[in-house]
Structure formats: C-alpha cells, structure tokens
C-alpha cells in the first residue's frame, strides 16, 4: 500500500506519535532533497517509519488502519464544505481530524412521592461536531489565501452542505458553524484551525402550509 504524506502533514504527526529515530532521519533527508529523485527515495522512508498510518485521497479511504502498528493513532480524513454559491469553489480539508456527540432532548418531571422523575422523549437531539485541522502551504509562505477561503466558509450565515464519510454514515450531511478558531503557530506556512457546529435538516414544506399561507393573505 502506497502512503504519501506532505512535510506540514509530519510535522503534526510529529506531535501525536512518540520520538522515532528513523522517522526525523528520513525527514530530515526529505527536507534536504535537491533534487525529485532523492525526494521520492526520502519520501518511501517516510512510508517505512509510519507504516499504518495513512492520509489518503479524498474518500477512497475505507481501510481505517490494520495491524498491530495502527492502535491509538489518529486519522485525517477529508471534510468538503459545499458552497452555497455556485460560483464558489467548495473548501476541501484534507487533513481534517472530527469528533462528535449528540444529546437527546429529554423532558424530565418530578412526581411528589415518586423516588424516579418521569422522563418523556422529545427528539434524538442535534450532533455536536469538532474539528481540527492544518492550512499549510508546501513553501516558506504563510497560507494567506487559504486562510481567506477557511474564514469565508466561517462565516456563512447558512447551512452548509458536506461530504465526510464518517458523519455522512450517521446522517449528517448538513451543518451550522458555530465558532472558529485560528490560534499562533510557529511555523512560517502553516495554520492550525478548529470549528464546531451543530448537525441541521432542512426543514419540509407541506402543500397544506402553502395553501393556508394563501388563505391568510
């Protein structure tokens, strides 16, 4: 199986897995490469340091790491914010890292003389989602640009339509961003970013509600 990886995309795997000698050698190689050939003979050592651990083209990634190598490590899967405008290009994060929970909205009434309040369902709740990921350009330039784009996508004031094949599997193929954050790096081409939203439904409109509309006016 072949991995490929970008130099931001080590440096943050850097962070999530223990000091690996082999690792920063061939880095380090892959840094100092002059030309396309030692590049890729330093790319491959790559791929031998952190077999099982694999960021992938957009959704063909199925595999979810295997082996006795892939326990605990984390997995960027690719998260694409559709545009709402059609002459927008969509936002493709490659490397996005989510989470999510969901709370059921639950009524709860305390009965004099009942030890246990009576519970009565309302609905499965909404999805909270986080996620976290790195802008980066692959030259000594600040990822301006991309910046630009990532904040633009922030603050839509509607839902957003998305592709990820986890959240999608659940259900959820739309979401309002809550917050974001962009916090200091220093790294002179990397910018480290994090969102939450909340899963959303477009709500359906019934004929009836036309025709009472209708009425009304």
């Given at each position: 199986?072949?991995?490929?990886?970008?130099?931001?995309?080590?440096?943050?795997?850097?962070?999530?897995?223990?000091?690996?000698?082999?690792?920063?050698?061939?880095?380090?190689?892959?840094?100092?490469?002059?030309?396309?050939?030692?590049?890729?003979?330093?790319?491959?050592e790559v791929n031998t340091a952190v077999t099982e651990y694999t960021i992938d083209e957009r959704y063909t990634y199925k595999n979810y790491g295997s082996g006795r190598n892939s326990f605990g490590l984390p997995i960027?899967?690719?998260?694409?914010?559709?545009?709402?405008?059609?002459?927008?290009?969509?936002?493709?994060?490659?490397?996005?890292?989510?989470?999510?929970?969901?709370?059921?909205?639950?009524?709860?009434?305390?009965?004099?003389?009942?030890?246990?309040?009576?519970?009565?369902?309302?609905?499965?709740?909404?999805?909270?989602?986080?996620?976290?990921?790195?802008?980066?350009?692959?030259?000594?330039?600040?990822?301006?640009?991309?910046?630009?784009?990532?904040?633009?996508?922030?603050?839509?004031?509607?839902?957003?339509?998305?592709?990820?094949?986890?959240?999608?599997?659940?259900?959820?193929?739309?979401?309002?961003?809550?917050?974001?954050?962009?916090?200091?790096?220093?790294?002179?081409?990397?910018?480290?970013?994090?969102?939450?939203?909340?899963?959303?439904?477009?709500?359906?409109?019934?004929?009836?509600?036309?025709?009472?509309?209708?009425?009304?006016?």
């Amino acid at each position: 199986m072949k991995i490929n990886f970008d130099i931001p995309e080590l440096i943050e795997l850097a962070t999530k897995v223990n000091y690996n000698p082999s690792l920063a050698g061939a880095v380090n190689r892959l840094l100092r490469a002059r030309n396309q050939d030692e590049y890729e003979i330093a790319q491959s050592e790559v791929n031998t340091a952190v077999t099982e651990y694999t960021i992938d083209e957009r959704y063909t990634y199925k595999n979810y790491g295997s082996g006795r190598n892939s326990f605990g490590l984390p997995i960027f899967q690719p998260l694409t914010l559709e545009s709402p405008d059609e002459n927008e290009e969509d936002l493709f994060l490659s490397n996005a890292l989510v989470s999510f929970n969901r709370q059921k909205n639950i009524i709860e009434t305390v009965v004099q003389g009942r030890d246990s309040s009576i519970k009565e369902f309302i609905n499965n709740g909404d999805y909270n989602i986080t996620v976290n990921g790195v802008l980066f350009n692959k030259g000594f330039q600040y990822p301006v640009d991309k910046l630009i784009e990532f904040t633009s996508f922030m603050d839509k004031n509607t839902n957003i339509k998305i592709q990820h094949e986890v959240l999608n599997a659940v259900g959820v193929y739309e979401i309002v961003i809550l917050s974001h954050d962009c916090p200091k790096t220093p790294q002179i081409n990397i910018q480290t970013f994090s969102f939450t939203a909340k899963s959303d439904k477009p709500l359906p409109l019934k004929i009836a509600d036309i025709s009472q509309s209708s009425q009304l006016l």
